[in-house]
């Protein structure tokens, strides 16, 4: 996988294309384990977090072809399923919590391998465990793993969740499809991804209303059949195209986006400074100034992205002025900022809120990516650092990113992959 290798100081300018998101996909790969046969999904990225995911519900039974010209996947459930997600998959990608609705949904069992540092009860999953338990399963925790039963059809209950939690919402949409009555699931997700999960069961024969609401309510039904269905495209690496051409300047359109999916954040670019047009599957950011520095706060959607939150925080960096960034979902987001400041980057953390003073040029340095965004940030730091930034882990950025290296060519970077024996003697 190497490292990138990025010479700074170079505009952006041309075209790209997204596909579709890396953080619907993978729920959609576990949303066909709930129909015995054949569904298709297309608009899909290629992404390691997509090979992954296919290991996972291989391993369950299902027989899963990725066709990467068509970019579409071919997933074939059989009427048996194993009921066991093993450590060695679910430690790579949190996402493979996803399969556990359709598991206990279609098995009434599920031995789910607990992603490292959580347990039961514990803040990441306690949603999840709760809202199901209000369904009629039993849900214990033993050597590592989660164990979910329930001894009769799952019956449908009243959800109210603490907190609009994206994979919560899922699990207990994926459950309550085919529970007996009608479910309410209240204070529910809204993100586009989560549209897109209902619109893929509706398409299988589930019956949810208030779909974009944050009131889902789902009359079960007693079996869904297979579908085919287009991921939605993926809003943040499309807005991740978008912060790159305010941070590194110049003139960038991105096409087979929502740009109605990323208005906060266009409007953000539009404040810092950027010329953002809009048409119906397509958006154009140019950039001829510096940025003004733009304070920043995530919130569920349709509150500003936390995964946009890194590239923002890059951006801030190199703006006029600055920025106050205000993380409510994920304190460890954060975590990058160290990495960013070896750049030259001026971030003072305190608790969930950084403060950004903007530097009219970064420094090229060695930085290690920690997660995907974090990793596609730093790269877009190098693209307006002086001299040579070389990113190291970038298996995190191929998780999210499909074809990152050769867009940003593409655009006029100054990027490359290289092996890592090169990397580790620069
Ligand atoms: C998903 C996305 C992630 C995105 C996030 C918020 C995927 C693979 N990941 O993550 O990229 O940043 O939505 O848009 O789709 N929480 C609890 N208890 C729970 C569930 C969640 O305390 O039962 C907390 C989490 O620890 C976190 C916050 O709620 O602090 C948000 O979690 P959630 O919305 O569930 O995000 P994910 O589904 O994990």
Known sequence: MGAFRISGGHHLTGEVSVRGAKN??????????????????????????????????????????????????????????????????????????????????????????????????????????AGLERMGVKVTSEHGYLLASAPERLRAASIWLDFPSVGATETLLMASVTADGTTVIDNAAREPEIVDICEMLAGMGARIGGVGTSTLVIDGVDALHPTTHATVPDRIVAGTWAAAAAIAGGDVTVHGADYHHLEIALDKLTSAGADVTTASDMFRVRMEDRATAVDIVTLPYPGFPTDLQPQFITLNAVSQGVAMVTENLFESRFKFVNELVRLGADVRI?????????????????????????????????????????????????????????????????????????????
């Open 24 to 129: 619907s996909v993978l729920k959609l790969m576990a949303v066909a384990l709930l129909a015995e046969g054949r569904t298709t999904i297309t608009n899909v990225p290629d992404i390691m977090d997509v090979t992954i995911m296919g290991q996972l519900i291989s391993r369950l039974g299902a027989t899963v072809d990725f066709d990467s010209e068509q970019r579409q996947l071919i997933i074939d459930v059989p009427a048996e399923l194993e009921q066991r997600a093993d450590y060695d998959l679910v430690r790579q990608m949190r996402a493979s919590i996803s399969v556990l609705g359709p598991l206990i949904a279609r098995l009434g069992v599920a031995d789910i391998a607990l992603p490292g540092g959580d347990a039961i009860g514990s803040r990441g999953l306690d949603m999840h465990m």
């Open 350 to 426: 305190e608790g969930h809120h950084a403060l950004v003073r903007g530097r009219e040029r970064l420094s090229g340095a060695p930085v290690v990516a920690t997660d995907i965004r974090a990793g596609a940030s730093l790269v877009l730091a190098g693209l307006v650092a002086n001299g040579e930034t070389l990113v190291t882990e970038v298996h995190h950025i191929d998780r999210g990113y499909d074809s990152f290296v050769t867009d940003l060519q593409s655009l006029g970077a100054d990027i490359e992959r290289v092996p890592l024996p090169l990397a580790a003697s620069l």
